[in-house]
C-alpha cells in the first residue's frame, strides 16, 4: 500500500534534528541511487523503450501532478534532438485532443508515480484502447498502467523525507533521453541548427 506525504512525514521527519535527518535523507538516497545504477546497468528497459521513441512518428508526453515536471523535462530534452515531441499540458495540447487524432506510428510516454494520478491512467489506458502504444515511466511492478505499456522503465523512488526522491526518476528520464537522441540519424544536426538559431536570437548571456 503506498503511503501519503503526510505519513511519511509524521513516520520520517517529525520531531527529528536537522543535522540527523539530512544524514538520513543522504544515507538513503546514497543507497537507492547506487540501487538505480545497478538496475540501469542490468536491464535493458531504456534500452527497449529509446527504440520506440525514436522509431515513432509524433512522441506524446504525459503526466499529471508532480509527475508533470518529470513528462515536461523529458518533452524538453528529446525535444532538443527529435522533431514531433509534443507535451500534453492540458492548455496548448489537451488529452482529448491526442486521443481523437491517435495514428499509426504514434507513441504516448506516460510518467505515472505513486500515488499514481487517476487522470495519467484513465487517459493512458484510454490510449492504448484506442490502439496506441505506451512507453511507461514508474517506480513499481505492479503499477496501474504496467500491464498496458509496450516498455516500462521502473525506477525506484524511496526516501527518508515526506516526499519520495526525485533521483532514480530523473536518472531515468536522462538515461532515456540520451539514448535516444543517439539513435537518431538527424539529431546532430538538429542540435547544431537549435545551437545557431540561439546565439542568433540571444537566448542565454556569455554567447
Do not use: C
Not at 111 to 118: A, D, H, K
Not at 194 to 204: H, I, S
Amino acid at each position: 500500500m503506498t503511503s501519503t506525504p503526510s505519513e511519511r512525514f509524521d513516520r520520517n521527519v517529525q520531531r527529528r534534528s536537522a543535522q540527523l535527518l539530512k544524514q538520513r535523507v543522504l544515507d538513503q538516497q546514497r543507497v537507492e541511487f547506487e540501487k538505480a545504477l545497478a538496475w540501469a546497468a542490468e536491464q535493458d528497459a531504456i534500452e527497449r523503450a529509446a527504440a520506440l521513441i525514436v522509431s515513432a512518428r509524433r512522441r506524446y508526453l504525459l503526466g499529471h501532478g508532480k509527475s508533470f515536471g518529470y513528462a515536461s523535462l523529458l518533452g524538453a530534452d528529446l525535444s532538443a534532438g527529435l522533431s514531433g515531441v509534443h507535451v500534453v499540458d492540458g492548455a496548448a495540447l489537451r488529452s482529448l485532443d491526442v486521443l481523437s487524432d491517435i495514428r499509426q506510428g504514434d507513441l504516448l510516454v506516460a510518467v505515472s508515480l505513486s500515488r499514481y494520478r487517476r487522470e495519467t491512467v484513465d487517459i493512458a489506458s484510454a490510449y492504448v484502447r484506442q490502439g496506441g502504444d505506451l512507453v511507461l515511466v514508474t517506480d513499481a511492478e505492479d503499477a496501474p498502467l504496467a500491464p498496458l505499456a509496450k516498455a516500462r522503465i521502473v525506477a525506484g523512488a524511496d526516501s527518508a523525507s515526506y516526499a519520495n526522491s526525485p533521483a532514480s526518476i530523473v536518472l531515468a528520464l536522462h538515461l532515456l533521453a540520451t539514448l535516444t537522441i543517439a539513435s537518431s540519424k538527424g539529431a546532430g544536426r538538429r542540435l547544431r541548427e537549435r545551437d545557431a538559431l540561439a546565439r542568433e536570437l540571444g537566448l542565454y548571456t556569455g554567447e
